[in-house]
T-cell receptor, first 116, second 116 residues
Framework: GAVVSQHPSRVICKSGTSVKIECRSL??????MFWYRQFPKQSLMLMAT?????????EQGVEKDKFLINHASLTLSTLTVTSAHPEDSSFYIC????????????FGPGTRLLVL | AQKITQTQPGMFVQEKEAVTLDCTYD???????LFWYKQPSSGEMIFLIY??????QNATEGRYSLNFQKARKSANLVISASQLGDSAMYFC?????????????FGTGTRLKVLA
């Protein structure tokens, strides 16, 4: 299957700093990428849908200014957690969808963020 | 209202036996897709199986099969001949929405423990 990478896999930062997470589709072009957040022992919650070349579509309750998403190319989407606080600590997972295979999505390995 | 319901927070199964993980869904869209993912402790989401709403036959992938009962809106995952490596969290998910604007909704998950 298709491969999606995420970087970094783990990050620890101080409260008030910004953290950028990259999501890359390695062997296919992804017109759409998704960003999820998962708290411990909970399910994945969709944060936003990222479409190449256009603004991201955020789910209700997700702060656009807090979680900046940029999908500048067909293989890269970035999520920036701005002015991170301890409550932003979570597992962030991206996924990507191939244009001609609408039925499924390929997940990255996730990024564990810890804000001190 | 919950769109994807997994009523079993935890399940045990003896090695080499079969196990069924329950999933019910709620949608008014005639076209939708149902997925099962496995999430080991490492956090990655591993795609297991997919069932389209118009598929006439139940999906199968190796030891995984999906018991799709459309009228009951259920999509249970059956794992045959359980192995120790099957111990993980299992998420049921649904894709809904118009083509090009798909969203994926996840259930709360079932933690499966395979006993030796």
């Amino acid at each position: 299957g298709a491969v999606v990478s995420q970087h970094p896999s783990r990050v620890i930062c101080k409260s008030g700093t910004s953290v950028k997470i990259e999501c890359r589709s390695l062997d296919f072009q992804a017109t759409t990428m998704f960003w999820y957040r998962q708290f411990p022992k909970q399910s994945l919650m969709l944060m936003a849908t990222s479409n190449e070349g256009s603004k991201a579509t955020y789910e209700q309750g997700v702060e656009k200014d807090k979680f900046l998403i940029n999908h500048a190319s067909l293989t890269l989407s970035t999520l920036t957690v701005t002015s991170a606080h301890p409550e932003d600590s979570s597992f962030y997972i991206c996924s990507a969808r191939e244009p001609h295979r609408q039925e499924t999505q390929y997940f990255g390995p996730g990024t564990r963020l810890l804000v001190l | 209202a919950q769109k994807i319901t997994q009523t079993q927070p935890g399940m045990f199964v003896q090695e080499k036996e079969a196990v069924t993980l329950d999933c019910t869904y709620d949608t008014s869209d005639p076209s939708y897709g149902l997925f099962w993912y496995k999430q080991p402790s490492s956090g990655e989401m591993i795609f297991l199986i997919y069932q389209g709403s118009y598929d006439q036959q139940n999906a199968t992938e190796g030891r995984y099969s999906l018991n799709f009962q459309k009228a009951r809106k259920s999509a249970n995952l059956v794992i045959s001949a359980s192995q120790l490596g099957d111990s993980a969290m299992y998420f049921c998910a649904m894709r809904e929405g118009p083509s090009g604007t798909y969203k994926y909704i996840f259930g709360t998950g079932t933690r499966l423990k395979v006993l030796a």
